[in-house]
């Protein structure tokens, strides 16, 4: 009943949202800071990656690239200034960031100002999928290898308890700014992602409220889950399309769901879970009257 | 030979107030020092101060001859001194094993890019499996196996404190800062612990400095002893001296103490 | 006074209490000792409301009230382990959130002076940071604030951790001194000669269940208890 | 001279408007310790009220506030109970609490639109809309009021917070639920104290800003701009809710003076950064030593 | 989900697609389009249809955002299969669903998109399948540039405009530019951010450059915000707007405030040919029409009548194609859309002027 054309859209639009979620995943899940400027980290690597290609007809994988690391090496000046704040005065100080990323975007002409940049390449749609399929699932292998090291494991540690983490030798504020680094250049190269895919940017497609969209779908998946992560973009891409019928009254249920998730399920749809074949091979155990203890987040 | 920890003329004041006055002591390779005072004497302090999470008002640290002043906590750890926190500072979240895997990290020295691209190769599988292992051999020590999959905030206290321990021990320090290890444990437990201590000292080679209200703790395991009152030196000498300083009896061990407890 | 029959409490799926009884008499010490996570704790959060639990709390002949601020209002107060003071507020100010439940501002201005006499410490330190006292500081603080409730029954869970030997006489003293006034005082302690010396009535504590009880002088001579709980042999 | 005062009277009133929300919001954060992003949709709601009262029940100025006031309390609270309350029962972490208010706003603003409609709506005059004059300067009637209401409310919650026992109480629970309620305080009801005190802010915010600008869905939006001045402030810190507020419409309105109104906020958003590097905690934020 | 029997083509309906914004910042203006269009439909189905087909209207929201309105489009063609669609009112989902209409070749006409790259290139190509109703940002700018310089008299110009909003930086360059090759300067020139309601710092500013006209070119909510406000600072100078004035709102708002100010429209709201769809909306929707609804209107006429030309129901290539060979008479005026450029030829723009707390039309005026 839905056309592979349309569903082919959403995917695609699915691919680059779990792109920065996965990002945003490793620094909010975690490593247990929270951002509200990825949009803007994402702003930076679409116009990077769009000026690359328009400009300088940089092949498609490279200028997206480009865009990532650009917007990694803003992330480090970001980080630098703001990493040592606690808690909520980081999540504002982002959410100042992404604001003004936007606003920057808004004035510089060269960019087209607030009129945005018309013209980027496109792709046809199957082609373009793939190109998102596969930089998805080279994101998400790097991201569970890095979670299953001792690097991930650190970030974690830091999450849970700064102090402890300092006492046993971590160097919190690096990986604090590697966190940080590592989620810029996903979110950078999703920015590029949807430069390619839209042929058009515009400052005001990377607003506040598609930081705290991005966020909500981390915290919807549950911290701390790569599976959650990949679940909540699927879900909370889709959700609103299944909507659609409901015109105005959308964002309402979009926004009585969210919080339905929160106060039913507060640790997120997989909380610290994975869902991974053992995991799955425990918990028919678990069924059939074996005693194990559940997976958990790390090791 | 030099004293693997030298605290000269330390000095903390916290605004008006002299936490820790014009301290010195010095600890020898292999010793169990105790460092008792009454409440608020300024002990947890002194180990503020060694950690870094504190800086030092005046007076100077030294670890091996070297100064340990402006250094970051965690460099601190790195230089071969771990503690463990009067109020339990575990991850609270995770599981015991997760808590002693983390802690082993510096074991390993893989880097970020090593767990991306060479996650298969055999010097990055040797190092994790190097790291399961010692997390394994540390909660035996330790008498955590069995609890190793629940999560350490409802571990019973006493464990806690274990798994702080072991957590300590996973950076297989020279150097071990421990701050009332006992507290929340019967008798019975901590004669336990003692031995265990003592037992950990000889296996891993480790000086071990400890702060302890419990006294027959104290007496029947440290070589020496630090006696703190007001933040400043009240007595040091053997369990034996200190037990017969009058002083000390006076200002923290009281008259009839002695008899049971 | 304060009667528990048949408690039981659940963490998810570990059974901490398992069919708990105990009784408690108006002006007694009754004492319950046990090794780690035998739910001592448990039992008395859950006295306080502050857990779920199955099973009947009566308190003075009437059904305890499931949540925590109708306990304490009814007369019964904790100090809870692990302290639970409020670090953001000055100790003077943790004191007088002890108070909170009371009108009598006379009398609170006694139990103020009073609790100053019992930690001379506090009065020093009246206005210092409560979360920058030192771990024995923070201790006697929480024992003051709970005494400046005025409760008719304390709930006492381990009073002496991490208080220095000297201290810790003092705190014995203090409780017995608690009795003397007409109050009932449910001790946890791990410190166990101390309270089982101080105590009228014990009982011990094993992973959940109620194993010995009775007289405190009786089970401080029982020799299966002192094995497990003294520690050694009494000197 | 006289258009360097002008601009000084435009950021003070500007500065104002930020307060009355800053404060309402600061008043949540230092007790549930989370940013309340639903505070917005409170404020709007509020208007919405307000204007009703007014319009519909042809009610007098002061009764149709205090009819905003109360209905956005109640909001508040209902909110609280459905949105917030079952995360604090469970000790959920801040995190969750945020995301459950951005579901909230989300839904208040959204609501709005599906029911009342997206439409603009405008205020019945109440005051003259015309200025005091002071020579060349113009001062607004409704920045007058808004800025002695901040000043009186402001006054009254530090009074209970710094005062009474209830303040107390409400600074005991902000650190530690637990130990409050061990010391027989009903953590719902000092929960519900802060929530209609906060709602009943965000009211009058609501009513003084429909009347001063006017009324829309939307209106949730501009309160991102009182939750900045509350972290310039210091987060928690009622007086630096106020300060910070001020702060900020004055740097906003020197941003423009100084030819740079396009790039205001990224001069606003600057200078926070700047701030916080020097003064992590804001700028009346307590900075307390972590002990350990 | 689905809108039920979606891709049925021999179905007997004839099914036409809009977007736009029916939550978001917009809303206002998405919903009274959205309605006009269900009505115009209705009452056309009424008539019987076209071709004898009934009509079918399939709205989907954006809430602004391109990438929704990709997924709309997207949904629309392919699995609704629609014939054509109508909408968005802003450029910036215009411009991004582009390459959805070409691969789908469906047709678009937006209804008050003004950026031109909405329709052409970066090179100058016309886009095949987006079409637009309304004029463009230069245009607008110049019109209103050369009113205020050449008719008006005025030399000394200042704008506030809003930096986020493609549609007031666009409007306002164009101004800028025109009114300063007329021999024009513009004393001040400042800015604010969608969503701030307070512009007095930037009033007082324009204040003290003394302009003789001030041009506010964004939608209605500001401009009654931004002009009750420059008349408490004692601001005097005329003001002027574009096609995001014309509201009924806006004079309940800022009626005083805006007396005596010229504004570019797309045509004379006091016409009385166009009274029958303002009656029509009111008695339906029991609320004014904006100006999208107007837009709509014309874009609505222009369809039907390229569907009639092309003699089908089911080929939108052939329908996009005959868009440009029809020509409407429409409440904005005859509509021809040129092949060149997809926009309506020489539409003549609209000056009105505010009188009364009326919009008093004025006079058709063009430029080149
Ligand atoms: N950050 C701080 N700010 C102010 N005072 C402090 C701070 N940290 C510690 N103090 C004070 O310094 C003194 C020493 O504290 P410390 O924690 O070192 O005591 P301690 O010897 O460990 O006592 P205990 O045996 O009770 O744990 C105490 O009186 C305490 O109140
Ligand atoms: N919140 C919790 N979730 C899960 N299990 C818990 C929780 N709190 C306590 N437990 C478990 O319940 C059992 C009883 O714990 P409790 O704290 O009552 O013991 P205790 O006798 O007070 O021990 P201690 O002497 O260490 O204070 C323990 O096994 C503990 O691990
Ligand atoms: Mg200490
Ligand atoms: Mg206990």
Redesign the interface.
Known sequence: MFSWYYISGILILTGINLLTVLGLSLLTGFTGLFSFGHAGFMAIGAYTAATMTMQFHMPLLLALLLGGVVSMLVSLIIGRLTLNLKGDYFCIATLGFGEATRLILDNVQYFGGSRGLPGIPTYENNEYLAIVVFINVLAIVAMVFLIRSRHGRNMVAIREEELASQAIGINVFRYKITSLAISALYAGVAGGLMAHYLGYIQPIMFQLIKSTELTIIVIFGGLGSITGSVIGAIVLTFLPEVLRTFFQWRLVVYGAAVILIMITRPQGLMGGKELNLKAIWRWVKRRRGGAENDSSAIS | MTAVLSLKNVTKKFGGLTAVGDVSFEIEKGEIFGLIGPNGAGKTTIFNLITAVYSLTEGEILFHGNSLIGKQPYQIADCGITRTFQNIRLFKKLSAYENVLIACHKLANYKIIDTVFFRYGKNYQNQERKLHEKTESLLKLMGLWEVRDMTAANLPYGMQRKLEIARALALEPQLLLLDEPAAGMNPEETIHLMELIRQIRDEFDLTVLIIEHHMDLIMGLCDRIFVLNFGKALAQGTPAEIQEDKRVVEAYLGKEDDAHA | MLKVEDLNVYYGGIHALRGVSIDVEQGQIVTIIGSNGAGKSSLLNAISGMIKYNGLIEYENKTLPHHAHKVVKSGICQVPEGRVIFANLTVHENLKMGAYLRNDLKKIQEDFERVYELFPRLKEREKQIAGTLSGGEQQMLAMGRGLMSAPELILLDEPSLGLAPLLINTIFEIILEIKAMGKTILLVEQNAFKALSIADKAYVLEQGQITAQGSASELLKDETIQEAYLGKKNK | MSSFLQQVINGLSIGSVYALMAVGYSLVYSIMNFSNFAHGGVIMLGAYIGLYALSLLSLPFVAALVVAAFGAGLIAVVLEKIAYSPLRRRNAPGLYFIISAMGASIFLENFVVATIGPTFRTYPQIFDSKPFMIGDIALGRIDVLMFVISAISLGILMFIIEKTKVGLAIRATSYSAKGSAFMGVNVDWIIFVIFILGGMLAGVAGMLFGMRYTVYPQIGIITNKSFIAAVFGGLGSLPGAVVGSILLGLIETFASVAGYSTYRDLIAFALLILILVVRPTGLMGKATEDKA | ???GG??DSGSDTIKIGWIGS????Q??W??CESQTLQMLIDQKNEEGGILGKQIELI???T??????A???V??L???DKVVAILGPNA??QA??I???LE??KVADIATVAT?P?VTV??EGNVKPYNYRICFIDPYQGAVCAGYAADKLGYTKAAILY?????Y???FSQFFEETFEAKGGTIVAK?????????F???L??I??AEPEVILMPYY??EV??SA?QAR???IEATLMGGDGWPSD?LM??AGDAIEGSYLVNHLDFNDPEVKPLQDAYDEKYG?VLELNGYMVNDAFLLLTAAIEKANTTTDSDAISKALCEVEVKGVTGNIKISPETHNPDGKEAAIVKIENKNYVFQEKYGVN
Do not use: I
């Open positions: 989900g689905g809108s979606g891709a029916l939550t978001g910042d809303a206002v998405g919903k709205p989907y929201d809430r602004g955002d391109a990438n929704e990709v997924n709309a997207k949904r063609v392919s699995q450029s910036g411009l991004a582009s390459a959805a691969s789908a950026n790259k290139d970066d809003d930096v986020a909003s493609d007031s930086q666009g400042e800015g604010f951010k969608t969503g701030d309601v307070d007095r710092p930037q007082s500013k204040k003290a209605y909510k009654a915000l009750n408490e600072l004692g709102q309940e708002m609320s």
